[in-house]
DNA sequence: GCGCTGCCTTGATCCATGTCAAGACGAACC
DNA sequence: GGTTCGTCTTGACATGGATCAAGGCAGCGC
């Protein structure tokens, strides 16, 4: 990571967004504390890097606010984005110095930072931290394994459905989700069709159709309105 | 699982295959011996299901001898493999009593077993079994994110490359990997497919166009020669 | 206002891979 | 030997999504 820490930033852990979320979620008082005084924040500008491929990386953190993607890309340019981190999400990887993927800020990004070390030794002592990584970690690898379904498996259409479905679980509390949705899509156009394994210009057709068909209105490019989220959803009875 | 207790498989761990790769690798002797005496094997016949998804599952096992897959399905039955299971290679998640894939027996398996709460317990307590199994975690998190790549962005016949060089990964010494290398496929034409994202036809042709163009042979379907590994590598050079 | 620039949409066409269908091959068995 | 069965290969054709190309539209600086 090449960004300076953030001065400006000094949230407090009990009033933290991602506190009941994050890898400290399950921690007790003491644990707690000793997080809290490990914690640092950074600020990331939207569009920069948070990391490259094999650079060394001796911190981890914690999304506090913004999205962030993470992408692998052959030889000759065409990239994947495997995975959307969103609040709450955890980079790094103890045990290890350098990085498998690329990571970059799609929104101004702040991140809840340890350094590695000091967060590596505390795992080893604090039992619920411990847990929770792994438990977060298990989480994250059920997620990629889905994703391989989606994009070994779906149709063009499908993955779109899935997508917009994925920001609603993310984005709006189930009690809500019956009536009409309103979300704004954290991925551009060209990163949405990167994720699902798609061209842009496919995913662009199948947003006007999904539109034709009425089952979702775009207010802008960004901002979807899913009417009947029910309607959504059953586009995918046939798959996931 | 539906498998009752193997009674003619007394395999000692000081003996074991996999003594250096799987969960145990990095045990002391003191863990090691707890490990041991917890351990019980299971074989399992080729074809057989290991676990089915949201089946309960309470053991966690480390796979001796044989190969496995895991995979999802959609409801109207297609079907992704999401990972192939290889010797040493784990099954089975802490903290949770059901899974979330169908895993199933490709050859005959023979796994090492422990019951799910005395291993929660014992990693609570043998900080190198714990490290262990953090570390394979993260490691098959990475490989569901570079199979991921795979599915998105690369065309059939790198797909299908890549897999004969995982396989060529997994089997052959890496010193003897600049002489004409054999190896034998684990999996039928179709798991390749379903594999990769493709066609069991798909799969076949592209086989037929490497034998045409020199770069593998056929013995027999499954018997694959690869007199060039480098050669065949090099068709990825434009990708991964 | 004007002209950028970045992002998105739409249309026309192409092609890699899927689909459908027919055999080929080998193993197991009688 | 012949038959059957499962797996694999090959061919002909269809199509979903990629590619190529053009244009729309909003934001921004001047």
């Known amino acids: 990571m090449k960004i300076s820490r953030s001065e400006d930033l000094r949230l407090d852990c009990q009033h933290c967004p991602v506190r009941h979320r994050a890898i400290c979620a399950a921690s007790d008082d ?3 504390d000793k997080l809290n005084a490990m914690k640092f924040y950074k600020s990331i500008p939207a569009g920069q890097a948070v990391v490259l491929r094999g650079e060394k990386l001796d911190v981890v953190a914690s999304i506090v606010s913004g999205v962030a993607t993470l992408s692998k890309t052959t030889v000759d340019g065409r990239m994947q984005i495997t995975g959307m981190l969103l609040p709450s999400d955890f980079i790094g990887r103890p045990g290890r110095d350098s990085c498998e993927h690329d990571i970059s800020a799609v929104t101004d990004l702040t991140l809840c930072c340890f350094r590695r070390r000091p967060f590596e030794d505390l795992i080893e002592r604090a039992s619920s931290i411990r847990k929770r990584l792994l438990d977060i970690t298990f989480d994250e690898l059920d997620a990629a394994r ?16 899935s997508f917009l479905m994925l920001v609603v679980r993310r984005s709006v509390l189930p009690e809500d989700a019956d009536q009409p949705v309103q979300i704004d899509l954290p991925l551009s ?3 949405m069709a990167s994720y699902l394994g798609l061209t842009i210009e496919t995913v662009s057709r199948q947003m ?3 539109r ?3 089952l979702i209105e775009l207010e802008t490019a960004r901002r979807v309105i899913i009417p009947d989220t029910s309607r959504l ?7 996931d």
């Open 208 to 210: 006007s159709r999904l």
């Open 30 to 32: 003491e644990e707690f």
């Open 233 to 239: 959803e059953a586009e995918l009875e046939n798959a």
């Open 146 to 161: 889905n994703w391989m379904l989606l994009l070994g498996c779906l149709t063009a259409r499908e993955k779109i459905v």
């Open 189 to 191: 156009r060209e990163a």
């Open 212 to 214: 034709k068909d009425g």
